[in-house]
């Protein structure tokens, strides 16, 4: 006679973005019971656009096919380099019709209307840069979502019961407690769950130091820029293609998206934060507010020619100034602590420089599932277990996760010549060589592998 299946475990996710949501849209497959937690009064995605690798749509394939295929319906592809690229594709001897390209990288102080690219980096997965406008990808993943979100709760604190079968206790700041097997916090950059993990770790009270994203240094301008405006500002070529304006202390990126059948030009504009504008260790806000004329004296203190500037001069007049915060200074010694576990920026808060923190998220969601089907299989997937699908989980995405981090931060500093040996013209081919071998990094998971690896790790030696 065969045992009964133990019923699944009921998890908590906390937070409703891109990553809780992708999440839960695995969860549902496997039929794991769950609850999205979120504090906002309703479904909020700040920013423009979205970059998804090659690895990223790699993962969705194995997350939920229907979300690959609503991506390449919904994403803009941005690849076939202009005229300049072309030509430098042809000298380095790759200059094949088909060649699709990620960025374009161009000297931002040199002066005039200069429009031409130093070098080019090849796009990894033969589409060019894809990107996603974040406000309509989670309308997307809202509408696969069966499971129910309750807004207006902001996380509080959480209680882990002590011995076999208990419950983990939620308590919010309305003054109600509800009850799950597990909690993944998936609640970003700001991570309430991150705080209670470290305490969990490091003794209560440290999460309040040790568990907050610490300032990157660096700041940014986020702007849509309206097509006919660009176009005036750098030409229909330029434009068209995926550039990063590199300069000292300073570096913007271009590229185009679509939005409601209007296109745009996306632009982020990053500065090296020399007034340190946000503390080291703690920021009430993300955003502060800033105008044109901010960005615009930014730039023209660094030397960055008139074509750099005609753009922002394309900008609206209010804008936010976005801080940089991540985990590089703090990162965490491990991403759970018996049932309780984070994942995505709770995890891993990287700044934006290889245009991967997304896909790294989507990573750790095929991970985590494949770990969730593998105990399903195995009929081992019960309260008492989570913590062991958490451990593999913490082993198999732990140093890779904190890699990103920390590359990001070097890459920021490759764009703006803050590297002895890599500064201005002269470094521009060893930059180009080192910014290719990390994005081959980000890029070339082989997701299919990891999976296997992680199912394999679940129940290597164990005798369950």
Request: hydrophobic share 40%; charged share 25%; proline share 4%.
């Amino acid at each position: 006679m065969t045992s009964p299946t133990p019923p699944l475990p009921h998890l908590a996710l906390i937070g409703a973005g891109i990553t809780s949501l992708t999440l839960s849209i695995r969860l549902s497959a496997l039929q794991i019971p769950h609850t999205i937690y979120e504090q906002s009064p309703s479904l909020t995605e700040l920013g423009a656009g979205l970059g998804f690798g090659p690895n990223a749509v790699r993962a969705l394939e194995h997350i939920d096919p229907r979300l690959v295929e609503t991506f390449n319906k919904t994403a803009t592809f941005v690849g076939t380099p202009s005229p300049e690229g072309r030509k430098i594709l042809e000298r380095e001897g790759g200059g094949n019709e088909g060649d699709k390209v990620w960025i374009e990288f161009l000297d931002g102080t040199k002066q005039g209307g200069n429009v031409t690219p130093e070098f080019v980096i090849k796009a990894g997965n033969g589409r060019g840069h894809a990107a996603v406008h974040r406000g309509k990808w989670l309308d997307v993943l809202a509408g696969l979502v069966t499971a129910e979100i309750k807004f207006g709760k902001r996380l509080v604190d959480i209680i882990d019961s002590e011995g076999v079968g208990g419950k983990v206790k939620l308590v919010f700041g309305d003054g109600t407690v509800a009850e799950a097997d597990g909690v993944v916090g998936c609640d970003g950059v700001k991570s309430r769950v991150r705080e209670i993990l470290v305490d969990a770790i490091h003794g209560k009270g440290e999460g309040k130091s040790k568990g907050k994203c610490g300032y990157s240094g660096k700041y940014a301008y986020r702007c849509l820029v309206p097509w006919d405006k660009a176009v005036e500002a750098v030409g229909e070529d330029r434009a068209g293609v995926s550039s990063l304006w590199m300069g000292p202390n300073r570096h913007l990126l271009t590229f185009p998206v679509n939005r409601q059948k209007e296109r745009f030009l996306n632009l982020v504009a990053f500065v090296t934060d020399k007034n340190q504008t946000w503390s080291r260790t703690e920021a009430s806000s993300l955003t502060l507010p800033a105008t044109r004329t901010d960005a615009l004296k930014d730039f023209e203190q660094a030397g960055f020619s008139e074509a750099v500037l005609q753009l922002l001069r394309m900008t609206q007049e209010k804008m936010d100034r976005w801080g940089l915060f991540d985990l590089a200074d703090r990162p965490l010694p491990m991403f759970f602590s018996g049932r309780i576990m984070v994942i995505g920026d709770a995890a891993h808060a990287s700044t934006p420089h290889h245009g991967s923190g997304a896909g790294f998220c989507m990573e750790d969601i095929a991970i985590l599932g494949a770990l969730f089907e593998e105990a399903i299989t195995h009929k081992d997937l019960t309260v008492d277990t989570l913590g062991d699908v958490f451990a593999v989980f913490d082993h198999r995405r732990h140093e890779r996760d904190q890699w990103l981090v920390k590359s990001s931060r070097r890459a920021a500093d490759l764009y703006e010549w803050r590297i002895p040996g890599f500064q201005g013209p002269s470094g521009f081919e060893k930059m180009k060589a080192d910014i290719e071998e990390r994005q081959e990094i980000c890029w070339g998971f082989d997701v299919e592998s990891a999976v296997k690896e992680a199912k394999g790790e679940m129940y290597r030696g164990s005798q369950r």
